[in-house]
């Protein structure tokens, strides 16, 4: 696919945040009849008995893998697949237990799945987290020869009164960033339009995607955080409206940090600010709301 100058954007390239949107809530009813809670949150919660919950949260890689693949870096979106997955699970206050992952493909490769799990593995050790197992599947006729997919659950346990879900925020908050590594998974059908058969810098286009988990337990260390948004499709601000209150809406300075390189890069090719603000992290890959931020947070906005 090529795009236009005037159309170097995540629809033309063909995906719709706003498609994405509509299914959350037009699958909302159908869950929420089963007893659940929290629909469309970073991770779903089960009540385990009366004192805890477990955390779920699924996500997969998505078509990085496909650049992960050209530049012989597949153990990188094993890293990407934990790292997500385990985020996701971080925004409840939950401690991550364990990961199941689910590789599929045309016609499986050995080194391929093998850089793939322990890249995985790798963060999971990091983590504290038990990779447990997970489902290898061959699926001619479904994938396209020579690409694959590579998805995972991860399930994390909380004490009820630990639990982190935003209700608590409000007016006058303030936002506190954790720097990205760069794009992390989402993205990258945009991207891989940009780049199209050209070489690229894989070290910068294809980091991967930062654990948050330490810098979260160090900042409840030192504060009460009212709430986490891992910013995944969306953006920053798309990811922050998942777990704030009606009536409360955050406002970020834009110019309170520096952002890695790949984002002037993808300015350079095109991608317009604003269309760079609704997809991508921009160099803050999660967020915290706080009544009042330590001194050595980087405060990138508040709540009005």
């Not at 991550?96 to 790798?122: C, N, S």
């Not at 990779?131 to 699926?139: K, N, Q």
């Not at 940090?257 to 603000?277: I, M, S």
Request: charged content about 25%; glycine content about 10%.
């Amino acid at each position: 696919m090529v795009l236009t100058e005037d159309a170097r954007t995540y629809e033309a390239a063909g995906v719709s945040l706003a498609t994405a949107s509509a299914v959350v809530e037009r699958l909302r009813a159908a869950v929420e009849s089963t007893g659940a809670k929290g629909f469309g949150h970073f991770a779903g919660l089960f009540p385990l008995d009366e004192r805890r919950f477990l955390a779920a949260s699924t996500d997969g890689v998505g078509s990085k893998l496909m650049l992960q693949r050209r530049a012989d870096r597949l153990r990188w979106g094993g890293m990407d697949l934990a790292a997500h997955c385990i985020n996701d699970v971080l925004c409840t206050g939950a401690t991550p237990l364990f990961l199941l992952d689910y590789v599929a493909a045309a016609h499986i490769e050995l080194d391929q799945v093998a850089d793939l799990v322990e890249g995985a593995a790798e963060v999971c050790r990091a983590a504290g987290c038990m990779l447990i197992g997970g489902e290898t599947a061959e699926l001619p006729g479904v994938y396209r020869d020579d690409e694959l997919d590579f998805a995972g659950t991860c399930i994390g346990i909380v004490d009820r009164d630990d639990v982190i879900d935003g209700s608590r925020c409000a007016r006058g908050d303030v936002i506190v960033g954790f720097p990205s590594s760069g794009l992390h998974t989402n993205g990258y059908t945009l991207v891989r339009a940009l780049i199209g058969d050209d070489d690229f810098d894989a070290d910068m286009v294809l980091a991967p995607h930062r654990l948050y988990l330490d810098d979260v337990r160090a900042l409840r260390a030192q504060a009460d955080i009212k709430a986490l948004a891992h910013v995944t499709g969306g953006g920053i601000l798309g990811n922050l409206s998942r777990v704030l209150p009606e009536g409360v809406e955050p406002r970020i300075d834009w110019d309170a940090w520096e952002r890695p390189a790949v984002f002037h890069w993808l300015a350079d090719l095109g991608v317009d600010e604003e269309e760079a603000r609704k997809v991508f992290n921009l160099g803050i890959g999660m967020c915290a709301i706080l009544s009042q931020a330590p001194a050595s947070a980087l405060v990138i906005g508040a709540l009005e």
